[in-house]
Nanobody, 121 residues
Framework: QVQLVESGGGLVQPGGSLRLSCTAS????????MAWYRQAPGKQRELVAL???????NYADSVKGRFTISRDNAKNTVYLQMNSLKPEDTAVYYC???????????????WGQGTQVTVSP
């Protein structure tokens, strides 16, 4: 069974920084792309940043130049460094992984439980 566990959320003032981490554990044969999504109250979940297994990245326009996604394949961990945070970045942030658990199981999308990020004076 594959689990994704996020950490690093919290309350920060505008202009501040936070670093989110997400570690995948359990039966894992291979991790393909990993990503961070967020969902603000009353809004749909949206892609924030994605990183492929080879390290290519993609960002939402709203976070380009402020957020950086990275991964440590040896630790099955993905990070999201968030700088110059704005109140509109307030949301629950979810980790997502495209993971193949075993050779006999097809690759599936797995989600973490979410971590709250609040940007407020």
């Amino acid at each position: 069974q594959v689990q994704l566990v996020e950490s690093g959320g919290g309350l920060v003032q505008p202009g501040g920084s936070l670093r989110l981490s997400c570690t995948a554990s359990g039966s894992i044969l291979r991790i393909y792309a990993m990503a961070w999504y967020r969902q603000a109250p009353g809004k749909q979940r949206e892609l924030v940043a994605l990183i492929t297994s080879s390290g290519s990245t993609n960002y939402a326009d709203s976070v380009k130049g402020r957020f950086t996604i990275s991964r440590d394949n040896a630790k099955n961990t993905v990070y999201l460094q968030m700088n110059s945070l704005k109140p509109e970045d307030t949301a629950v942030y979810y980790c997502n992984g495209d993971i193949q658990p075993t050779a006999r199981v097809v690759r599936l999308d797995y989600w973490g439980q979410g971590t709250q990020v609040t940007v407020s004076p």
